[in-house]
């Protein structure tokens, strides 16, 4: 008993303290709210107030409008103004368009001074890259117009409404009467700084949206511009590359340092340049590479799911698959680097490179153990002449031993197309009919290549020269992509089978031929594409 006696003594000043804390918070409430506010709220034009007062304005013509009336307009004004600095404090929000804007200019920078250097050495990938890069550019810098063309209408609309209103003689006859001022006196001086503060919030933002407009607009117009400049480029390539660009190869002079020195430039620049456009192209279409791995994870998870479920079911023994394991990363990687291409219809040439490279590499992993050990000798030739005519491809110099390199990795890729021919008839693979069409295409397309470096036509030598060398990559990829679509679904058979239910009573033959009839049309697809996007097509 003492003790709650204690504990009853000792919360009493608690709970005095409380009593005296809570009044006291509700009565600092308003104001804290009103100081986190911009605007503290105080405008109240009462009826009632001018009822009890028996209010009479000074001029009489103002009292035949009404009271309602009067405190409506007022009201109005109030509302409206209200209305604008709420407006203009949170509802121009441009921080995304001043954030990435310098990104823009950037690149756009980058490419006229690439577009300058190509008026006299013209690489035909590159321009592509960047007509479609300008491309997306003006699209990204028309949305933004359009954005701040919106703001700027809202804008000049509420400076109209304010006008409206400075230009109202009865609103001005009513605030400036005598007897009504000195009713609502607090009210009408908090409503005249209301207006100050409206007219400045609009007079602010119309002088940053007019600059920001101002620098979206030139950057826009700048990109009409490149996107003209790059057409006449192409058009240019397309009648210089036919024709003569250089030297017979025999009668080239090796001494051209003032060409070989700005070719060496360009270059230079082309490297530099593609690194920042491709960076911006990544960031600008995030959500095609976000599709792919979506889609990787998808197809490893199944394969994953029905490994599991058929281990799991203790049936038959699994058949022995080349390529696909339970945990299928490389696999997965393969099938997605050749089905990227379908994720966008116009990317730059570049992106397809470094495609092509990533495959490559997975390729080269995976058919390190299952592959024969004379094909996948085979495949390391292709890979390293892969690796070089990519470096070839990239370079601009016209000298003559560049020249005669190119001829060289012409000739030699002959040979080495003749012997894998005749390697492909011993051996059998996915698409076998159509890597020998393929292998056929790359042994004429280097040979083009030789003769149109033997007479000039630089532009053209390397484009057929690393057009045979892509092509020939991307068939044998497909083989492998459609040898592991096969097993993947080899393996769902299996699964399916154990499972039973309605499942197991389909037609596995009839919808393996379907399959592989599918398959087949989708990898011509995406060899066409890649082909002739190295065609420059």
């Not at 709210?33 to 605007?39: D, F, I, L, T």
């Not at 409503?191 to 609009?202: G, P, Q, R, T």
């Not at 979506?294 to 058929?310: E, H, K, Q, T």
Request: charged share 20%.
């Amino acid at each position: 008993m003492p003790e709650k006696m204690l504990n009853h003594y000792c919360q009493r000043p608690a709970r005095r303290l409380l009593y005296l804390l809570v009044p006291l918070f509700l009565l600092l409430l308003p104001a804290m709210n009103a100081e986190g506010r911009h605007v503290r709220d105080t405008v109240h034009f009462k009826k009632a107030l001018a009822e009890k007062t028996a209010l009479k304005l000074t001029d009489s013509a103002l009292n035949e409008i009404g009271i309602d009336s009067i405190l409506n307009k007022i009201e109005n004004v109030h509302n409206t103004l209200t209305r604008i600095i709420r407006a203009t404090s949170v509802g121009f929000d441009t921080r995304d368009i001043q954030d990435n804007l310098p990104e823009v200019d950037s690149n756009i920078d980058i490419i006229d001074d690439n577009l300058s250097l190509y008026q006299s050495v013209l690489d035909v990938k590159n321009l592509q890259m960047f007509r479609v890069l300008l491309n997306s550019l003006q699209d990204q810098l028309t949305e933004w117009r359009a954005e701040i063309s919106k703001d700027e209408k809202e804008l000049v609309e509420m400076s109209n409404e304010m006008g409206t209103f400075k230009k109202d003689t009865l609103l001005r006859s009513i605030i400036n009467d005598s007897a009504f001022k000195s009713l609502y006196l607090n009210e009408i001086n908090d409503l005249k700084n209301k207006w100050k503060i409206a007219k400045k919030s609009i007079s602010d933002d119309l002088t940053h949206i007019n600059q920001l407009q101002a620098s979206v607009s030139n950057e826009y117009f700048t990109t009409l511009d490149l996107q003209t400049k790059s057409r006449e480029l192409l058009k240019k390539i397309s009648v210089q590359s036919l024709g003569k660009e250089y030297d017979y190869l025999w009668d080239i002079n090796g001494d051209k340092t003032g060409e070989n020195a700005q070719a060496s430039e360009l270059t230079k620049k082309s490297y530099q340049g593609q690194r920042k456009i491709l960076h911006y192209y990544f960031r600008r279409n995030w959500t095609d590479q976000l599709w792919i791995v979506f889609a990787g994870v998808i197809f490893m998870l199944w394969i994953f799911r029905n490994y599991r479920r058929s281990e799991k079911d203790n049936g038959p023994p699994l058949p022995s698959f080349y390529f696909i394991r339970k945990i299928s990363i490389l696999p997965t990687l393969i099938v997605l680097f050749n089905i990227a291409p379908f994720f966008d219809i116009h990317p730059p040439t570049a992106y397809i490179e470094i495609l092509e490279f990533l495959l490559v590499i997975s390729l080269t992993i995976l058919l390190w153990k299952n592959w024969p050990k004379n094909l996948f000798h085979y495949w390391l030739v292709i890979s390293l002449l892969y690796i070089v005519f990519s470096f070839t491809g990239a370079l601009l110099t016209p000298s003559l031993g560049f020249r005669l390199l190119l001829f060289a990795l012409n000739l030699a890729s002959i040979a080495f197309g003749i012997s894998w021919f005749m390697t492909l008839k011993k051996n059998t693979l996915a698409l076998s009919g159509m890597i020998k069409i393929v292998s056929v295409i790359y042994i004429v397309l280097n040979l083009a290549a030789m003769l149109c470096n033997l007479f000039g036509r630089l532009s053209l030598a390397k484009i057929f020269g690393v057009t045979a060398i892509f092509g020939l990559t991307q068939i044998i990829g497909l083989s492998v992509f459609i040898q592991i679509i096969r097993e993947a679904f080899a393996l769902q058979t299996v699964a399916s089978k154990l499972k039973g239910g309605m499942s197991a009573k389909f037609n596995f033959t009839r919808m393996e031929e379907l399959l592989d009839r599918g398959l087949t049309i989708v990898a011509i697809c995406i060899w066409l594409i890649v082909f002739t996007i190295s065609l420059n097509m």
